[in-house]
């Protein structure tokens, strides 16, 4: 009898008293809803400019109410979806002149992030860099802007990780989403802008920089990626559909 008590003790100190996932699971899954609408985000499955329910974002993620509605406070907090009381969910529009300027920033705390990081980058780090390098030298060729943009969320997570400072984590976090979007699209629709190899060789001499330790090259990496982000907004803001950036704007001649 002792022993059945304990055992429905543990069941319900696992299931968190009420029959709901344990704390962890539940942390899990928020984490888990939020990576994937910003994968939806970033590859435009969530058109910038659209609205939609909570509802329907749960079928389209596999989540419950919960973890959805925890990634879209975030994500409303990261500027990236905006919540309409009693409308829903409105993804945020595109603005080119905003993005551009928020670059600066970006320049600016990448710097401190990667000479943080290649200060303080553990042997376990480098080790991770350079498997990363090495698997985009082998895989450059036939990679797909898919794959590259689950291995650039990897770079960047390593480079805040060896960082080793946590508020930076949720610093840039979002800009990292939003430049993430910006390169999809520049990569996907504009014209002739298909080959990755510019932005590979950028991460690849970031990722040997902080393999080996080397903080001003790691800087002077950081700096030329953002440089070569910010030539992708002078194509855009004269070349690209401005449907792109906001869906709700009307096609002309009903294209």
Known sequence: ??????????????????????????LNFFELAYQKIEELLVHCELK??????MLELQHITGFGRTPVHHAVNRLSADTLIIIRPRHGLHIAPIDLARERMLLALRRDMERFVIRLAADRASLSHRNQALHIERLLRERRANLTLDQFNHIDRRIDALVLEAAGEPFLVHTMRPLHTLYRRIGYIH???MPGQADLSGTIDHHLAILAAVA??????????????????????????????????????EPLLGT
Request: hydrophobic fraction near 35%; charge should be positive.
């Open 1 to 26: 009898m002792a022993k059945r008590k304990r055992a429905l003790e543990v069941v319900r100190n696992d299931d968190d008293g009420e029959g709901k996932p344990s704390r962890r699971n539940r």
């Open 187 to 189: 990569h996907r629709f």
């Open 212 to 249: 080996n330790r080397r903080v001003e090259d790691a800087v002077r990496a950081s700096d030329a990626l953002i440089d070569y982000m910010g030539e992708m907004f002078t194509g855009m803001e004269a070349g690209i559909d401005p449907r792109l950036l906001d869906c709700s704007i």
């Open 48 to 53: 910038p400019g659209q609205f939609i329910t």
